[in-house]
């Protein structure tokens, strides 16, 4: 205990970074906290005290992580640092940071994702900043290095290469990677080389031209970093919790399948577009024609509807036709003359261009 005392007293105090670190005891207690009392308020024990509803409005605790981050932040310049009340603001910062990055996810999706998939972001920040602190409470600056004026052009040109590595990385879709790169030098440098992941939006943009790199990317991501996600996926479920199960007819389900319908179409290739407006267009001029060659429950056969009366059939001019031929007929068996019939060739095939509904080609045939 003496020793833990002194090393305190060397490393903390004389130091000048107790407010530092009663911001990271903050941050961890506060994080820890908050999380048990949502795990015993999803478990429904009854001894514990459950959420904050006054008036049967929910109050989530990022509205109270947000007091204390604006009373720890305007407390500090209202007393202009000095001692003990750094020490005491800067506590209260630290709760503030624990409650708010707690629920990162809620504040980034404007939705209450918080026992989703998607809540997993919270745990993500909440463990970045934790190691954030306390890589700046040990001592250890940004790539390692201390602004002097010997090595002032040379570390402006060390910290803009590793910002846009960086960024990069990021864009590669390693998270971790990116954001550690920025205090650790040359981490940020190894992912920014090194193959994408499959969905992120470098791969996206680059190796849609190229299967070979998107294949080599996907054999990557199976062998390697679906089992660190697996890991990773254990331990925040360890420390915050898994995730709820989402059945397929929940809300939340329709939701990222409509998203991702609209994702798929807005990516839907455009020479496909107009083959399929094409296709549809032949089909709509095949069912309209069908429907203007349908048989007269007569014998006959309908027309264009301008040719005749209203339906295409049964006007004047197709009345006076059928009683001209009914005349033509009763005469030719007063005469004594052969009725003839109109039958098809034996093995004609139809005429391009007509209808397989209309009469084709005959040729009359004595009885």
């Given at each position: 205990?003496?020793?833990?005392l ?15 670190f ?9 994080f ?6 949502v795990?015993?308020?999803r478990?429904?024990?009854r001894?514990?005290?459950?959420n904050?509803?006054?008036?049967g409005?929910?109050i989530?605790?990022?509205?109270f992580?947000?007091?204390f ?6 407390g ?15 506590l ?10 707690d ?12 026992w ?5 972001k919270?745990v ?9 602190t306390?890589?700046l ?15 002032r ?20 879709g390693?998270?971790?990677t990116g ?7 040359g981490?940020?440098?190894?992912g920014?080389?090194?193959?994408a992941?499959p969905?992120?939006?470098w791969?996206?943009?680059r ?5 070979r ?20 996926t ?11 199960k ?17 994702r ?7 020479h ?5 407006a094409?296709?549809?267009?032949r089909l ?8 203007a ?10 027309g264009?509807a ?9 006007g004047?001019a197709?009345r ?12 030719a068996?007063r ?9 098809g ?9 007509r ?8 040729r009359?045939?004595s009885?």
């Amino acid at each position: 205990m003496t020793t833990l005392l002194d090393g305190y007293r060397d490393h903390i105090v004389a130091a000048h970074k107790q407010p530092l670190f009663l911001l990271l005891v903050g941050f961890i207690t506060s994080f820890v906290f908050i999380r048990f009392s949502v795990r015993m308020i999803r478990a429904q024990v009854r001894w514990w005290p459950g959420n904050v509803t006054p008036g049967g409005l929910h109050i989530h605790h990022m509205v109270f992580g947000l007091g204390f981050l604006l009373a720890g932040g305007i407390g500090v310049f209202a007393t202009y640092g000095g001692h003990p009340w750094i020490d005491v603001f800067g506590l209260l910062f630290g709760i503030g940071c624990g409650l708010v990055l707690d629920e990162f996810a809620l504040i980034l999706h404007l939705d209450d994702v918080y026992w989703s998939e998607q809540g997993r972001k919270s745990v993500d920040a909440v463990i970045f900043g934790i190691l954030f602190t306390g890589l700046l409470l040990v001592g250890y600056v940004p790539l390692g290095a201390e602004p002097t004026g010997e090595t002032r052009w040379g570390l402006v040109t060390v910290i803009s290469v590793n910002a846009l590595a960086m960024i990069v990385t990021l864009l590669k879709g390693k998270v971790w990677t990116g954001l550690l790169g920025i205090m650790v030098p040359g981490l940020s440098w190894v992912g920014a080389i090194r193959l994408a992941r499959p969905s992120s939006p470098w791969a996206r943009w680059r190796y849609a031209a190229s299967p070979r790199l998107r294949a080599r990317a996907l054999r990557r991501e199976r062998r390697l970093h679906r089992r660190a996600d697996r890991a990773r996926t254990w331990l925040f479920d360890l420390i915050a919790g898994a995730p709820d199960k989402v059945p397929a007819n929940h809300p939340a389900a329709h939701r990222v399948a409509e998203r991702m319908a609209a994702r798929a179409t807005a990516h839907l290739d455009a020479h496909a577009a107009r083959a399929l407006a094409r296709r549809s267009a032949r089909l709509a001029d095949r069912r309209s024609a069908a429907g203007a060659a349908v048989e007269h429950p007569s014998g006959s056969h309908r027309g264009v509807a301008a040719a005749g009366g209203p339906g295409g059939y049964d006007g004047p001019a197709d009345r006076a036709g059928r009683h001209g031929r009914s005349q033509q007929r009763r005469r030719a068996v007063r005469a004594g003359r052969s009725r003839t019939y109109a039958v098809g060739s034996a093995g004609q095939a139809p005429r391009e261009g007509r209808h397989r509904w209309l009469r084709p080609r005959t040729r009359r045939m004595s009885r």
